[in-house]
Nanobody, 126 residues
Framework: QLQLVESGGGLVQPGGSLRLSCAAS????????IGWFRQALGKEREGVAC????????HYTDSAKGRFVTSRDNAKNSAYLQMTNLETEDSAVYYC???????????????????WGQGTQVTVSS
């Protein structure tokens, strides 16, 4: 069974950048679309970004457009979320998730994700 581990979170000042990684084991990521989600304290989990399995097309929710970029490296069995111009509202636990069948648009309404990582904390604060 596919297992996912996120890393790269931490404390960053507003306007700063972070790069999150999602490493997979127990299977090959190349067969999966990979989504990124976040959950802030007291709030529901929300989708952020996704990259498709076949053509590498990306999908971003409004909160991420223009600031976040997701990518994948199938040779390294990993995916990434580059976050720039971070704001205090971006503080949350960030998760990666994979889906074999459902499209990336599903991150908008929770219709995505069969395997999930444990999350990595991102704190944006001065």
């Amino acid at each position: 069974q596919l297992q996912l581990v996120e890393s790269g979170g931490g404390l960053v000042q507003p306007g700063g950048s972070l790069r999150l990684s999602c490493a997979a084991s127990g299977g090959s990521l190349e067969y999966y679309a990979i989504g990124w989600f976040r959950q802030a304290l007291g709030k529901e989990r929300e989708g952020v970004a996704c990259i498709s399995r076949r053509d590498g097309n990306t999908h971003y929710t409004d909160s991420a457009k223009g600031r976040f970029v997701t990518s994948r490296d199938n040779a390294k069995n990993s995916a990434y979320l580059q976050m720039t111009n971070l704001e205090t509202e971006d503080s949350a636990v960030y998760y990666c998730a994979t889906d074999l069948f459902r499209p990336c648009e599903g991150i908008e309404n929770g219709q995505f994700g069969t395997a999930w990582g444990q999350g990595t904390q991102v704190t944006v604060s001065s």
